[in-house]
């Protein structure tokens, strides 16, 4: 997953392909005071919520205590140095340039100790030697004669009477203010996880960081966040791609607040319209179960889920889908259905395994006599399984339980009887099995049930045809 940003990546200060760790100073170290506060920040008279796209509100108390380890990218003794030479002096002319703008130049003139940028109008500014120190080779090789840069003005007049510039901080206001767009616009962003502190995950916005609390992690991630340290919990995710919103920039704190749960939802909805756009019926498709119901399993395609449903689970018969998946299993699946409108994907997992039916067609015959198990009583009759084949289950309809009239077949069988009895019906291509407990002592069936006997003993293959009189019983499993 590509970034929004371009510069994502071209950090002049320092690489942004390496994962950002937090330090475990910073994860274990106590607190700077005791209500949990950072001592260069007054803790708040209370808590209060910040609400966040419907999800669960994030307290002011979290942020204290999970920001904590996201350090500022610019140290607090340099700043104030800047703010103190940046004073005008009294009587001298107001220059030019303010501290914090933004500025395009191109570069003029290069050294080891600084860089000259013409910035128009005759002045020039100057990147200080204290930066180009800070870049790494890629940065400087691009600080070529006739470039042209932006720049972020640190000093409006050094000691020479020149601006001193920021590459660094160039990028890095850039960034803040596009996370502002994105604030404002409630667009989603695509990054990386790039580190991880004891509340939560750092993710990079350009240049700078920004801070996804436990809260407002997803509930995907949160389930596969397992142990008690945040190495444990949140190590193996950096470098994963991860969607958030911005919920919160505090630029005079350094603090960008970033949310995945409440991007979640739109990301997935963006990711399934296009995963539609060129899926078919009939793709078998890898994925990951997110999410068990009564009524099936949801899996996660790369992006947008679609539903296996109970009956689509095995080709065995379950009552719940807990007894052969698990949250996080991976999954081989084929797509059944697509429904574009209302955004649907049906899928199966029974339909990638043997179907069982090829072995009843093949193996047992009309007339066959097989012990079965019964497992559920209905008014028109009694399903059983074949204690051979679990996977399959016939009907025993009402009029095939007993020679007599029989008002519910709880008067002749019940859930858990094992039987033997006769097949009646077998219609493979409505995958329908009738059986027979009146028919499994007629006489008209005494011929072939000598026959079977006989083969058996000599372990040939029963006869395919049934006995010349037969007549199927309607059979109904309305």
């Excluded at 609400?51 to 500022?72: D, M, T």
């Excluded at 204290?130 to 600080?143: C, G, H, K, T, Y």
Aim: glycine share 8%; proline share 4%.
């Amino acid at each position: 997953m590509e970034s929004n940003d371009l510069t994502l990546g071209q950090d002049m200060g320092e690489s942004l392909s390496d994962a950002e760790h937090t330090p475990p100073a910073a994860q274990a170290a106590p607190e700077s005071s005791d209500n949990g506060t950072p001592q260069t920040e007054s803790a708040p008279a209370e808590a209060t919520p910040l609400e966040v796209a419907g999800e669960e509100s994030i307290s002011v108390a979290e942020l204290e205590h999970a920001v904590e380890a996201v350090e500022p990218d610019v140290e607090e003794a340099e700043e104030a140095e800047i703010e103190a030479e940046s004073e005008a002096v009294e009587g001298e002319e107001a220059p030019r340039f303010r501290r914090g703008e933004l500025v395009d130049g191109t570069v003029v003139a290069t050294s080891p100790t600084e860089v000259l940028v013409d910035l128009g109008e005759g002045m020039t500014g100057v990147i200080a030697s204290r930066e180009l120190e800070r870049m790494d080779r890629s940065a400087l090789e691009a600080l070529k004669v006739g470039n042209e840069i932006t720049a972020y003005v640190l000093k409006a007049r050094g000691s020479d009477g020149h601006p001193v510039l920021s590459l660094a901080r160039a990028e890095e206001e850039k960034n803040w203010r596009l996370a502002e767009t994105y604030y404002q616009n409630k667009q989603v962003y695509f990054s990386k996880v790039a580190g991880y502190n004891k509340g939560g995950l750092i993710v990079r916005f350009g240049k700078v960081r920004g801070f996804v609390p436990a809260s407002q992690i997803s509930r995907e991630r949160q389930q596969r966040a397992a142990g008690e340290s945040p190495e444990e919990k949140w190590g193996n995710m950096v470098g994963e791609d991860i969607a958030v919103k911005v919920v919160e920039i505090d630029r005079a704190r350094n603090r960008l607040i970033l949310s995945e749960r409440a991007a979640a939802r739109e990301w997935r909805e963006q990711k399934k319209a296009h995963l539609l756009e060129g899926l078919a019926v009939g793709e078998v498709r890898q994925g990951r179960v997110i999410s068990i119901a009564d009524f099936g399993a949801f899996v996660d395609l790369g992006g947008a889920d679609g539903l296996v449903h109970l009956t689509e689970l095995s080709w065995k018969h379950i009552t719940h889908p807990r007894e052969v998946l698990e949250v996080g299993q991976e999954v081989e699946v084929e797509v059944i259905s697509i429904d574009r409108d209302r955004k649907r994907i049906g899928l199966s997992m029974k339909r990638r395994e043997d179907d069982p039916w090829q072995e009843v067609v093949r193996a047992y015959k009309i007339g066959q006599l097989v012990q079965a198990t019964v497992t559920k009583l209905t008014k028109f009759g009694a399903f059983a399984r074949l204690v051979d084949a679990p996977e399959i289950e016939g009907l025993i309809h009402i009029s095939e339980l007993a020679d007599y009239r029989v008002s519910h077949p709880r008067e002749v069988v019940l859930v858990g009887d094992v039987l033997t009895l006769r097949i009646v019906k077998i219609d493979a291509e409505q995958r329908r099995l009738g059986l027979s407990l009146r028919q499994v002592d007629s006489a008209k069936y005494m011929d072939q049930d000598w026959q079977f006997v006989a083969d058996d003993m000599n372990g040939d293959a029963p006869p395919a045809e049934p006995p010349p009189d037969e007549t199927e019983s309607d059979q109904s499993e309305a």
